[in-house]
Every structure is written in structure tokens, then in C-alpha cells.
């Protein structure tokens, strides 16, 4: 996307953002406030002077974001969806679910994903419910299957990646949320290995989805997966923030080391969840370990499916619903610091993107322009829950500039905000103070 680089009297605000270190030591050393402070602030933001005083507001556009007008921002867009073809879903009856895509690559002139497939005798019951053929949750007794596409809008199944494996194998219960790594030629599959179904109360952990993070890895992406069954990314220790789950592992490449960022979630939240999501990275010299975790985790406060990508020198982050940033697109040039780069909407949910340059290692990422996202309770019917997959298309890419995909104003319909509506308590509770 273009930059708009005006003439050189246009403050440093608005310099491209590789000078953005430059930019922000030019606003915080704003001086002299007494010069400018009593002249308005300009119409043109070509007249605004360097050294003129600014409202915590103001400074903050020009401070914290990739860049104060969304036109420019490289890394705010909105996001169009599209149903896909070619998955069929038994009638919406809540017996085949699809969800957790991986990143998609792209082999042999072909897109490739991964997800979690659950194809069950009924659809999920509850943990109390649940059988060795009933499943607990949507991800319980569920398989990572994958599907490859030319156009990324048609998909074709081609089967199971990683099974379950025979008891007592990690993730002989469910294996899923898989994501891809291709690194020296070979690729790597990262999933959450089940031993129990979802939904078990775990009291030492006060938590209910536990898992390790298994890996299996292929010489093709076509397979054969050969399953490790060792623990990649240990628990921390008890009172350590990361002691209840280790969720959603997302391998990246950077200074060639594997990156992987996890969810785990500590405290509690808010009103609706028990625990605060927040998102670590450990490092490894190799695929398959020993992972090392950065001291500085958690390095995201936000975030229930975060989808990491690498742009420019650093990696972005959308963190999509949970936590005190959601519905932000972050970024953290050195891969740890994150910042916000811009607020947006309509976020996809547990999206795996296409990511051409996610395992490159050059420190010119581009960029997203597509991914696939997941769509809960797809048939809006709890008793025949399922998941399905649909794409999105985004701007979030420096080469492509879609001034389109940079509005603000998404009008949503009017009974969205409706079916949102006051629970009978809440009325009454409302009713009562107005006598
Ligand atoms: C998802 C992910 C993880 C959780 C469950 C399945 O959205 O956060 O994968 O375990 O929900």
C-alpha cells in the first residue's frame, strides 16, 4: 500500500513508518509549547508544526499507531468474507464440524490448510454427556484433517494429516487447532493433543481444557505424519502464569529460530470468562526443541485466537476477541514488544492466514491479503452445534493498496444490535429504578 509522503516542511509525522523510531523520539521531544499553543491546530496536517504542543489524543495518533489516518495505517483493514466451496457439512445436523484452520501454504501450485475435523455420531453433549462416540465439546474426538485449493475460494478435502493415536498416546481423545511449519524442507504440525475430553474439571489447575502441545512432522505436505510424543511446550509451574493450558501454538521463523506463540490464560477476565487470555513465545533452534520461554511472557494482554504474522522486520499480531486490546491489529518490530497499530471490526475468529513469507526469515514481511476463518455454531442451533470455515479478504499487505478495505463506517444490520437484547433480570433490575 502507498504511503502518502507529502513535501519536507510536513512534520515527521508523516514520514514513512521504516523512520517510526525517529518519528517518535521528534513527538516526544515536542517543545516550546508556549510558541505555537495558542494558534489552533491546523486544517492540513501539512501545516501542523514540529514543535507545537499536542492533546494526549493527538499525540497519541501520531505515537502509538503505524499511522494516524487509516488511509495510511499498513496495518488496519477491514474484512470481507466469503463462503467457500467444496465442504460438506451432513445437512448442518452438527455430526461434521471443520474449525482452527491453519496458515495456509502453498506447495506444489496448490493452497494447503490444516483444521480440526470432528465427524461424530451426534453433534457435541457436554462433558457430563460425553462417550467414547459422544463428543464433549465441537474439538473433542476430533482428527487434524487438511484440504488444498487453486484459488483459495473452492477446497478440496483430501483426509486425515494426524489421526488419533491408540491409547495411551498424547491426544488419544482429540487431537486439534493445528498449525503448520515448514522449516528446511520439512514441515511440522504443532496441535493440542487431548488425553480427555474437553470440558474434564481439572482442580490442581482449576481449569477445564488441558492439553499438551504435541508436534508430528512429514517429509511432504501431503504426508505421511510421523507423531513425536514428546511434550513441546511444557506447562509452567504452579503460580506461574502459563501453569492452567498451553493453547493455539502458532509457529513462526525469525533469526533462524522457531517462534512459537501460546495462549494460556491466568486470573479472571471479565464477567463472561474465567481466566485472562494472554500470549507467550518460546524459542527453539529446532522444530522439535527444547522450547525456551521469552522471560518477558505473557507479551500479549489480549487475545482468544491471536493470528501472528511476519511484516516488515517484525511480526503483527491480530488479536481478535478477549482482553483489554481486542479488536486490535498490533505490531512488535523486535517480536516481543507489541504495540497497537490500529483498532478495527469484524475481526476474523481462530483465522489461519496466508502468510507467503512466514517462514522466510528475510525481515521484510509483507504482509496478509486472505486466510480462512472459523464461523461457531454455523447453523445457529446449540443442540446441532458446528463450525464451519469461510475465507476473508483483508489489506493488510504493504504491496497491495486497497483504500476500500480502509473505512471506518461498517454499518452492521439493525437487528445484530437487537438480538443483543436485556435479559428479563436486567429489565426488571432497570424497571425498578424508575418508579
Ligand atoms: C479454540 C482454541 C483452542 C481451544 C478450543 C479449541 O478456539 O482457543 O482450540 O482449546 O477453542
Known sequence: MKKLIFSIIIPVFLLPSCVVSQKKEAISNTKSPKET???????YLKNLK???????????????????????????????????????????????????????????GKYYVWYTHRHTETAPQGFENATDKIPSQDWDLAEIWYATSTDGFTWKEQGVAVPRPPKPNPGWRSVATADILKFKNKYYLYYQAFDAPS????????????????????????????????????FGKENEWDYRVIHDPNPLVHNGKIYIYYKSGMDKRDANRQFWDAWGVTIADHPEGPFVKHPLNPVMNSGHETIVFPFKEGVAAIANTDGIEHYT???????????????????????????????????????????????????????????????????????????????????????????????????????????
Open 199 to 234: 470440558g474434564k474439571y481439572d482442580k490442581k489447575r482449576d481449569a477445564y481444557d488441558i492439553c499438551p502441545v504435541a508436534l508430528s512432522w512429514a517429509n511432504s505436505p501431503d504426508g505421511p505424519w510421523t507423531a513425536l510424543d514428546n511434550v513441546v511446550i511444557p
Open 37 to 43: 499553543s495558542n494558534k489552533p491546530f491546523p486544517l
Open 329 to 435: 491489529i498490533q505490531y512488535a518490530k523486535d517480536w516481543v514488544n507489541f504495540q497497537i497499530a490500529s483498532v478495527t471490526q469484524l475481526l476474523p475468529t481462530a483465522a489461519g492466514v496466508y502468510s507467503p513469507d512466514a517462514f522466510d526469515d528475510d525481515k521484510d514481511g509483507d504482509g496478509i491479503t486472505w486466510g480462512l476463518s472459523h464461523f461457531i455454531n454455523a447453523g445457529n442451533n446449540w443442540n446441532k452445534m458446528y463450525t464451519k470455515l469461510g475465507r476473508f479478504d483483508c489489506d493488510l499487505s504493504q504491496k497491495v493498496n486497497d483504500p476500500s478495505l480502509k473505512k471506518s463506517n461498517i454499518l452492521l444490520p439493525n437487528e445484530l444490535y437487537f438480538s443483543q437484547g436485556l435479559t428479563p433480570e436486567q429489565r426488571k433490575r432497570i424497571e425498578a429504578r424508575n418508579p
Open 50 to 108: 514540529q514543535d507545537r504542543s499536542l492533546s494526549a489524543a493527538i499525540k497519541r495518533s501520531f505515537e502509538v499507531y503505524e499511522a494516524p489516518r487509516l488511509l495510511d495505517n499498513e496495518l488496519y483493514s477491514n474484512f470481507k468474507y466469503t463462503e467457500l466451496n467444496g465442504f460438506d457439512y451432513h445437512g448442518g445436523d452438527g455430526t461434521i464440524s471443520r474449525r482452527d484452520p491453519s496458515k495456509i501454504i502453498k506447495e506444489n
